[in-house]
């Protein structure tokens, strides 16, 4: 179409209606609306009446509808994983010895790493190595609030009052509480990870005796 | 200037008028465009360089002002300056020079045509001052003081007194395309730019919005869309309907298709804004309706593409050969991409991934750099010769250069915040198989996007590069102006004083009622009768029916309509209007501010669209002060307070908000990108006072690989605890406060400031330094957010759905 004198080569323009249209030289054609633009044009807007009757006044979810079972479905997804993790584990409580059988299966403190990383490392740092001015250190043998394993889930529930340590209650289920404290004192003693530079917090508080279920 | 002359013959000739154009105007403007165009987009990127090395915030520089270097003050300088200054002058460019010749006559006020264009620009310095001092109303892209919105109200009707005093002096009987798209510009920008800057003044350069939360939440992004629907796509129309026909020599594809796109533009554009809230705590009919009137505008959007690109059909050859051919081909395909993936970012399940991501800004930089830039650029390199009364460009091989290197800065540009956009939603939404979120630690799903980060920043250096080409090239070709502008006079018959009645007229306009209609209307009108007859016990079967009804007469009205539309194609009547721009105009604004009452009036009037929730409480004044101080650092362009109903969201940020919790929120802050976490609730989840503060001072400290700008001026800047007065009482005309609260502010805020420090204290003893310093009050602000709906979950949740 490059030779536009050729009325033979394709759709040559001056095969086109112009209009009496001029202004400072411009003209108009008066072609026809595209027809499958008048088609998607009129096919949206048709579609839209039966989608807001759909959502609105029909029987589609609303978002809300959607949120709800989006949020069933996860519960009963981190339900039947915890009740395959936590099977061979017995009574799972605050009690000891639950919290050294959780701290011992590696599965389990695997999988805890996730909330580990939304919930606590913003203060005691990915690795648990703590983090300078606050979170304590979980790798070494000191402790400043900690006399027992048992008292782990405690602090997590209820923070350290007057202290930085948030309060976890109903930020987290009870069984999450409990795996996530296993989880730290299984930290103990752990490695640092070499990819993270940020200072290792000095040690504070008491040494105290290794975890028993006693 | 306009001198008559009458001829010999008399009466029979109509009198000739002499007059001339004023060129000196235009290039003034098209001057103003690229400079600032270049500050514009040198500002942009430093902002790539500062998300890609947090260093960039403070420029490398030490002390406690280079804060006004900081991300959070300079995106909206970015935004500010590209929109309103680059865009902005680049259009008044356009129209000047376009509208004196399509109405045959001399802008009407060569003084008013002046005080336009030097207010604008001094409006363009001044927020060049103020964004960067942490003067803002926090707004995306209203951020300018009230002093400034006053300006910019008075400059703006400068601007449409001239242009439409043009329009009443022109001697062409009827108003072309272009025009139109002008008319809508100057209207709608009017209306949207009055309506959502209502404030109430609290200081010289502090105000706050009279709406609050969710209500704020919509103005807004009426305003912010339809922004860019008038300043950024409806003038740039106009510009290519006068610039392209002209530069191609081609007449425009379609004169109908222009009527159509041109209407149906106008009107739908406006409804489209809550598709920015998906999800967010406005109603979901709201977001509904704005999500179907998105995909309606795809084909009015492309309508201008199809009459841009087949008005080259013919001239093809030439767009190779022709530079600004090439520009605005380019430009116009750009325009063509972002309205198909505009409808398509507002579909519900798309935004759910695409908000609070890059995608967005991947969207609208293909809409800037490709569309409005390239159509300035196109038009520029077709003006500067004949401004200038030069032979051409002094070197045609920059012209190439530009292009070459701009559209390879887009290209790279864009597919990388694409990807960026696509990885961060895909990471925020991912979980393990036990359920736990993925990527819980917010801060892998952005270091992972810095390589792409440092891809932006060499594709905007290309496109930035192309434009210093451009300016260098045009002060090359205006040094090789003539030492006197030729100023041609031209001359033309003046219009006649009757408007001319020999319009060939349209068939009569007989609303006829065909099968289709009556079949549906009837269909749909028993399907409400057994609506409204319906058993109360089957609900379900009930609403069926309502859908049905409402689906049936809809489609009945719409098969009536469609008679009417075929009158309407028969255009006679446009062509009348097109002779009268007084009616026209006005036809215009019912266009605009009856789509805008439609949507707007409802969730104002509705009360139950804002259930209100006992437990919310107003802020204290010191976490007022500190929530001013939030909103002047531009913390909104970095984290959303705004957590969606969504449950991977819900997972990392707790409850999904409520419009409740906002009801004393003047202005909203939900913020539109998430480079940052949200903070709806962070009071909640990080109670630590003193992680905040070391936060703030160095978020190095806290987060490794943190990008945010530090904030350690805030533990040094004294606490101006005689200024929060003023800011309660200003609060205390909107409701939010009593008198009580005004009187007590400043002691209240003291013995609170005392609090906070003995709480920080308490943690860490060694920050004694924080007394009286701004840090408290900001500390305070972010320990209050969410905490006055915790623990309330299920109560909420039942309040939201109705019980």
């Known amino acids: 179409m490059t030779d536009s004198n050729n009325p033979t080569q394709g759709q040559a323009p001056q095969e086109d209606n112009l209009t009496d249209h001029s202004y400072d030289g411009i003209q108009e054609y008066d072609n026809p609306l595209p027809g499958w633009w008048v088609a998607i044009f009129w ?9 807001f009757g759909w959502y609105t006044a029909g029987p589609g979810d609303s978002w809300l509808d959607t949120f709800n079972q989006e949020v069933e479905a996860l519960a009963e997804q981190k339900d039947a994983a915890a009740k395959e993790q936590l099977s061979s584990l017995g009574e799972v409580s605050g009690s000891a010895a639950s919290l050294m059988r959780m701290a011992a299966n590696a599965d389990l403190m695997e999988s805890q790493k996730a909330l580990w990383a939304v919930r606590c490392a913003v203060c005691h740092t990915a690795d648990g190595r703590g983090m300078v001015g606050l979170g304590p250190n979980m790798k070494d043998d000191h402790y400043l609030n900690v006399k027992t394993i048992e008292d782990i889930p405690k602090i997590v529930t209820e923070g350290i009052p007057g202290k930085a340590m948030t309060p976890f209650k109903g930020l987290l289920t009870e069984q999450e509480i409990l795996t996530i404290s296993a989880y730290v004192a299984s930290m103990r003693g752990s490695a ?19 975890w028993s279920a006693e | 200037m306009n001198t008559a002359t009458t001829t010999a013959v008399g009466d029979l000739v109509p009198q000739m008028e002499r007059f001339s154009y004023d060129d000196g105007i235009v290039r003034k403007f098209l001057f103003a465009s690229v400079i600032w165009g270049l500050v514009g987009m040198l500002v942009g990127l430093i902002a790539a360089l500062q998300l890609a090395a947090p260093v960039f915030n403070s420029l490398g520089l030490e002390g406690n002002w280079t804060q006004i270097f900081s991300f959070g003050r300079l995106r909206p300088l970015h935004t500010n300056a590209v929109i309103f200054a680059f865009a902005g002058n680049g259009i008044f460019a356009a129209v000047y020079y376009s509208s004196q010749r399509l109405l045959k006559t001399r802008m009407f006020s060569d003084k008013l045509s002046k005080l336009h264009f030097w207010g604008w620009q001094a409006i363009i310095v001044s927020a060049a001052v103020t964004l960067p001092l942490g003067l803002t109303q926090g707004k995306e892209y209203a951020e300018l003081e009230w002093p400034i919105d006053i300006a910019i109200t008075l400059i703006w009707v400068v601007f449409a007194i001239n242009f439409f005093g043009t329009l009443a002096v022109r001697r062409e009987r009827h108003i072309y395309v272009a025009l139109w798209f002008y008319i809508a510009t100057i209207v709608a920008i009017a209306v949207l730019h009055i309506f959502n800057n209502i404030w109430v003044i609290a200081g010289p350069f502090k105000s ?23 300043f950024l796509t409806t003038p740039f129309l106009g510009l290519m309907y006068y610039f392209l026909p002209k530069a191609a020599g081609r007449p425009v594809f379609s004169y109908k298709l222009s009527i159509l796109h041109f209407w149906s533009l106008v009107f739908i554009y406006i409804w489209a804004g809550p598709h920015h809230l998906h999800y967010t705590a406005i109603p979901e009919w709201a977001s509904t309706l704005g999500m179907l009137f998105s995909v309606i505008l795809w084909m009015p959007s492309w309508g201008g593409m199809l009459n841009g690109l087949l008005t080259l059909r013919g001239a093809w050859d030439r767009v190779a050969k022709d530079p600004v051919l090439k520009f605005f081909v380019v430009g116009i395909t750009f325009y063509g991409m972002s309205t198909f993936e505009g409808p398509l970012l507002s579909i519900k399940a798309v935004n759910g991934l695409s908000h609070y991501t890059d995608w967005t800004i991947a969207h609208v930089h293909a809409g800037a750099l490709g569309w409005v830039g390239y159509m300035v650029f196109g038009m520029a390199y077709w ?6 009364q030069t032979k051409g460009m002094a070197n045609a091989k920059w012209v190439e250069w530009h292009f070459w290197l701009s559209t390879i800065g887009i290209l790279i540009y864009i597919v990388a915040i694409y990807i960026a956009g696509l990885t961060q939603g895909l990471m925020w939404r991912s979980f393990t198989p036990e359920g736990a979120l993925e990527y819980g630690d917010f801060m892998e799903t952005v270091t992972v996007l810095i390589p792409m980060y440092w891809i932006r920043v060499v594709g905007g250096t290309l496109y930035l590069l192309g434009t210093v080409l451009c300016l260098m090239n045009m002060v090359k070709t205006w040094k090789q102006r003539p030492t006197v502008y030729d100023e041609p006079v031209y001359e033309a018959p003046a219009l006649a004083k009757t408007n001319p009645t020999n319009y060939v007229t349209a068939p009569s306009f007989k609303p006829t009622l065909s099968k289709w209609t009556v079949g549906f209307l009837v269909a749909g009108l028993a399907c409400l009768g057994l609506y409204l007859t319906g058993d109360e016990a089957t609900p379900e079967k009930s609403r069926m029916y309502l859908f049905f009804a409402l689906s049936f007469i809809g489609l009945g009205v719409m098969m009536g309509m469609g008679k009417t539309i075929n009158y309407f194609a028969g255009m006679k009547w446009h062509r009348r209007w097109e002779g009268r721009p007084i009616g026209f105009t006005i036809w215009v604004a019912v266009a605009v501010v009856t789509a805008s ?11 139950s669209n804002v259930k209100s929730i006992e437990a919310v409480k107003p802020l204290t004044p010191l976490e007022l002060y500190g929530r001013d101080i939030y909103v002047a650092e531009g913390c909104y362009n970095c984290h959303s307070q705004m957590v969606r109903p969504l449950h991977f969201e819900t997972e990392r940020f707790g409850d999904y908000s409520k419009a409740g919790e906002f009801v004393y929120d003047h202005p909203f802050q939900w913020g539109s990108r998430r480079i940052g976490p949200d903070l709806a609730r962070v009071g909640v989840r990080l109670t630590s006072a003193s992680w905040h503060v070391r936060h703030m001072i160095d978020p190095r400290a806290t987060s490794e690989t943190s990008i945010m700008p530090s904030y350690g001026h805030l533990a040094e800047e004294a606490l101006p605890y005689d200024v929060i007065p003023s800011r309660v009482g200003a609060l205390k005309l909107l409701g939010v406060y009593d008198q009580n609260d005004y009187m007590q502010a400043a002691e209240n805020a003291k013995v609170q400031a005392a609090e906070v420090l003995k709480r920080i204290l308490a943690e860490d003893k060694g920050m004694v330094f924080l007394e009286d310093t701004k840090m408290l009050a900001m500390v305070a602000y972010l320990l209050r957010l969410g905490t006055d709906t915790a623990g309330l979950g299920a109560e909420l949740h039942n309040l939201e759905s109705g019980n």
Do not use: C
């Open chain 2, 208 to 230: 706050y919005s009279v709406y609050a939360g969710a209500q704020d939440a919509f103005m807004q992004w009426w305003y912010g869309h339809n922004a860019v629907a008038f």
């Open chain 2, 597 to 607: 009452l439609f949507e707007i009036v409802p969730t104002f009037a509705i009360e």
């Open chain 1, 192 to 210: 640092l990870d070499p990819s993270i530079t940020m200072p290792v917090k000095e040690a504070e508080g008491e040494v105290i005796p290794p």
């Open chain 2, 383 to 388: 003006l500067i010769p004949r401004l200038f």
């Open chain 1, 43 to 51: 096919g949206s807007i048709v579609w839209s009446f039966f989608y």
